[in-house]
């Protein structure tokens, strides 16, 4: 009963009282399930908002989208407008640019046409001097020259040298005619006639410089040293250096031979320290070996503007007088006194007459003449610049092993003329006379190795012949030269059977050995100074500027004015600068061929781009450039541009200022304007040389030309543009000139 009264509460108390099974800590599982239930909605309702969201934000994102899509097609239609607005405005003017530019360009043609004028006016002035030098350009006077120095005898190693000046300046006078000449007035048969008369003037002059070498080595006896029982001889000039050594002892210990007066020497093998030899050095500071460059030819149907020369001239005013003497002899004799004078009176009236009207008459032929030349000029001018600036389709030759490509490298410092002579018969005294053998092939050559050699161990018996040579001062290698030898055979410079080059460029000695004598040079990558790294063109006066090309081992600063260029100052590093260019004034083909000989070499020919990593442009478009460049460089200046290397090959990029300051003043931060032109529009840019990326965009409030000219019209003074119609002539074509010859452009 216990149990019972015990177990009813408990029913009881389960029923009236909370139970604790209610608590959620001592049901869990109930209170979980709960949760569960509670977490699903919570979820589902999340779920919602967050789609709710997410459509919300897409539709706001759809809306702002079509507002911008809307705004920049606004934007595009309000640029487009204003594109063909300007556009437009272009196409009105540009008839009236161009026709003005037309008149401003006429200056090159006015160039042309002096310079044509002065080269009649130098034949003529040779023509009436008769100092007896002959004219280059004249068949018959250089061959009669040549011909007569053929017939003289026995001349000194002294009398050559003297002669060989004048040799030596109607070749360059032969060059500069075939340079300067504009190709559509040089006919073919003038090159091969020019040509022909230089490569005939290089081997008589090399043949006179032989034939005195035997004569100075007959008396080899007599001018033998005392010490050393040898002879050495030394004969210097400004363009030839000779270095002499005969072997007259054959001492076979005598290896080692060296001139006192230059560092100049030889280390022979015994075999030729003991035989009848001469060494002979013969260093000519020009290059008469390498082959000459073809001459381009132009076909064209005009008529060369090059007028008659003096000599044709002269022979038609003889022949004229010639004519009117035999008129005048015509006359019959019986006539009386009194009937000539009265028909010479008559004649004299008509001839006044006569010329009064034919004055008058010629007047128009001559104005017609005029116009035509100009009219030709125009066509020709262009065409020739345009000319310098192609590049050609392929290489010019396959060139074999060891040859030395003679596009790529340059010869430095003229030709080392080394030979081994078989020394001829020494004079002998005689009862007061001296008996000379004379040979009848003349001076021979000493070969070295023998042809066959079959018997004997060539590397041994027939070593190389170790040579020392000093460098030409006025020459200047940025690396190494190398070091190449003539092959006659192939008539081109080779690299092979030259070892141990050692190069002492402080000394300017360089020591190599040699598998046999024979001619070699020092030769330079033509292009080591290329590409460029930056360029400024900025004027210094009214007819004078100053252009300067930076690059990776000098600066070059160069002065031009009216017909002229000077090598204003050279920055060579560490390296001796060549003093003796500097401040001599030429013209400018003579400047060029004058700083490529000295190793300055910032001018490509037409197979550059075969060897230089260039950014070729356009030729129509670079010479539109460097020609409105020109007539604006006395009062502007040029600079280089990074963004130039980005603008395609149909474009260029440069910065311009403005630059009216005097000789001695100078702006060190200009403010530069960046523009952009093609070949037939020119624009101001938005960025500037700091900016990020590179754009096309139009700078803000600016409008575009048809001609460079023009465009910088637009922000000019009024006495910038005043001034860039006052310079010379010959000025502007000589700035045009050299921007054509450097390509700053597409090689820098």
């Known amino acids: 009963m216990v149990s019972g009264n015990a177990g009813e509460p408990g029913e009881g108390a389960s029923t009236d009282s909370p139970s604790p099974v209610l608590s959620d800590e001592k049901n869990p599982t109930y209170t979980g399930n709960k949760k569960k239930k509670f977490s699903k909605i919570e ?65 090159f043609s006015e160039a042309e046409k002096i310079r044509r004028e002065q080269r009649l006016h130098s034949q003529w002035m040779h023509y009436i001097q008769c100092d007896g030098c002959p004219d280059p350009s004249v068949a018959q006077e250089i061959n009669t020259f040549i011909s007569l120095w053929k017939e003289e005898k026995n001349e000194t190693f002294e009398e050559v040298i003297a002669k060989s000046k004048l040799v030596l300046y109607l070749i360059d006078r032969l060059k500069l005619i075939l340079l300067e000449t504009p190709s559509r007035d040089l006919q073919e048969k003038s090159i091969v006639q020019y040509q022909g008369s230089i490569v005939e003037l290089r081997e008589l002059l090399h043949l006179k410089f032989n034939i005195a070498t035997e004569l100075l080595l007959r008396q080899a006896s007599t001018l033998a040293d005392l010490d050393t029982g040898n002879m050495e001889k030394v004969i210097r000039d400004e363009n030839i250096t000779l270095y002499i050594w005969a072997n007259l002892k054959k001492n076979p210990r005598h290896r080692n031979i060296k001139c006192n007066e230059m560092q100049i020497g030889f280390e022979i093998p015994r075999i030729l320290a003991s035989s009848d030899i001469a060494l002979r050095l013969l260093h000519t500071r020009y290059d008469h070996v390498t082959p000459l460059r073809p001459v381009p030819i132009i076909l064209n149907d005009h008529t060369p503007l090059e007028s008659p020369s003096v000599q044709d001239e002269v022979s038609v005013e003889q022949s004229a007088i010639s004519k009117e003497l035999q008129e005048e002899n015509k006359q019959p004799e019986n006539e009386s006194n009194l009937v000539q004078e009265e028909e010479t009176k008559s004649e004299e009236q008509d001839d006044d007459t006569f010329g009064v009207h034919a004055s008058f008459v010629e007047e128009e032929p001559e104005s017609t003449k005029q116009d035509l030349e100009m009219k030709i000029l125009n066509e020709t001018v262009p065409t020739a610049q345009l000319l310098l600036l192609e590049n050609a ?45 004379i040979l009848q092939d003349g001076l021979q050559k000493f070969v070295y190795p023998p042809a066959t050699t079959e018997d004997l161990e060539t590397e041994n018996v027939f070593p190389p012949i170790e040579v020392m040579l000093e460098v030409h001062e006025n020459v200047i290698f940025f690396e190494n030269p190398l070091v190449a030898r003539w092959d006659a055979e192939g008539k081109h410079w080779k690299t092979d059977g030259i070892s141990n080059v050692v190069y002492k460029s402080e000394e300017r000695i360089i020591t190599f050995s040699l598998d046999t004598l024979g001619p070699v040079t020092l030769i330079q990558d033509a292009h080591i100074n290329m590409p460029y790294q930056s360029w400024e063109l900025r004027p210094l006066d009214e007819n004078k500027v100053l252009l300067t090309v930076t690059t990776v081992f000098a600066e070059i600063q160069i002065q031009i004015k009216e017909g002229l260029c000077m090598l204003a100052s050279l920055n060579v590093g560490d390296k001796k600068p060549l003093s003796i260019l500097e401040g001599k004034w030429m013209t400018p083909i003579y400047f060029i061929i004058t700083l490529q000989e000295a190793g300055l070499n910032i ?46 090959s149909e474009k260029v990029i440069f910065k311009v200022s403005e630059c009216l300051t005097k000789e001695q003043e100078c702006i060190q931060d200009p403010t530069w304007t960046l523009l952009m032109f093609s070949d037939n529009r020119a624009q101001r840019l938005k960025i500037d040389e700091d900016s990020e990326a590179f754009s096309e965009a139009l700078k803000e409030e600016t409008e575009f030309h048809s001609t460079l000219y023009h465009m910088i019209k637009d922000f000019a003074s009024q006495e910038a543009m005043a001034k860039t119609k006052g310079p010379d002539n010959q000025f502007i074509d000589s700035v045009c000139h050299m921007l054509l010859c450097i390509r700053i452009f597409s090689y820098s």
Not at 393 to 404: N, S, T
Request: with cysteine; aromatic share 10%.
């Open 393 to 437: 389709p392929e290489r010019l030759r396959a060139f074999e092993d060891e040859e030395v490509d003679i596009c790529q490298f340059s010869t430095l410092g003229g030709v080392y003329h080394l030979d081994i002579l078989e020394l001829p018969p020494q004079c002998k005294p005689m009862k007061g006379w001296m008996i000379m053998e």
């Open 43 to 107: 979820r589902l309702k999340q779920l919602q908002e967050e789609e709710e969201k997410r459509l919300k934000e897409e539709e706001e994102a759809r809306v702002k989208s079509e507002k911008e899509e809307l705004a920049r097609l606004e934007i595009e239609q309000i640029e487009k407008e204003k594109w063909q607005q300007l556009e437009a405005k272009d196409l009105g003017r540009k008839n009236e640019e161009l026709e003005e530019l037309y008149l401003l360009e006429n200056c």
């Open 603 to 648: 001018f490509p020919t037409e197979y550059s781009h075969f060897y230089v990593a260039t950014n070729c442009k356009v030729p129509l478009v670079e010479m539109k450039a460097y020609r409105q460049m020109a007539v604006l460089s006395s009062a502007f200046a040029f600079g280089w541009s990074k963004w130039n290397m980005q603008c395609g």
